[in-house]
């Protein structure tokens, strides 16, 4: 889709419009696109960061790099208010259960990335006190790989994250592969 500029002499680009038909004062699309559109383009975070990653998200979401481009800038750090939980940092067992807790409250439609290779495998902590990876309590949908990611590799993610957000259908949370998948982490 080619891309449009905010106005003739400026050098932003705005989103592209979905597919769809457009006419003499009238566009129309179909509404998974819309939805679709919206959700990929409003993703509130949850920062969850126990160490180093979480440093590189401080950087992210500072003014060089600036979260807001992709309307992500609003942190929020009440799961019920949040979109997209990232999980940054060592995840010790004992952390398990609140990282466990903190996803069940966040409201459906939800998505997770883990940020570096502590959250994604559990990194360098081969060791009994560390989770090696959090896919083995809570669904990941994109993994951010580097010990530590550049902020780069973070907004990387979060772009990812976009691409399945805005293909993702409106239906997909309430399908029976969805559900299998919550019921195979023992969420109800
Ligand atoms: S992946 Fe590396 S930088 Fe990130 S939390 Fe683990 S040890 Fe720290």
Not at 60 to 77: K, P, W
Not at 145 to 168: A, H, T
Request: glycine share 8%; net charge negative.
């Amino acid at each position: 889709m080619s891309k449009t500029k905010l106005s003739s002499n400026s050098n932003i680009d705005i989103v592209p419009a979905p597919e769809g038909y457009v006419g003499h004062g009238f566009f129309a699309t179909k509404f998974d696109q819309v939805i679709g559109l919206a959700r990929a383009n409003s993703l509130w975070p949850l920062p969850f960061a126990t160490s180093c990653c979480g440093i590189e998200f401080m950087a992210t979401m500072a003014s060089t790099y600036d979260m807001g481009r992709f309307g992500a800038e609003r942190n929020s750090f009440s799961p019920r208010q949040a979109d997209m939980l990232l999980v940054m940092g060592t995840i010790a067992k004992k952390m398990v259960p609140i990282l466990r807790h903190v996803y069940e409250q966040m409201a459906e439609p939800k998505w997770v990335i883990a940020v570096g290779a502590c959250a994604s495998s559990g990194g360098v902590f081969d060791t009994y006190s560390v989770l090696q990876g959090i896919d083995k309590i809570i669904p990941v949908d994109v993994y951010v790989p580097g010990c530590p990611p550049r902020p780069e590799q973070i907004i990387d993610g979060v772009m990812q994250l976009q691409e399945i957000v805005k293909n993702e259908s409106i239906h997909r949370r309430a399908s029976e592969k969805y559900q299998e998948l919550l019921e195979s982490y023992k969420f109800e």
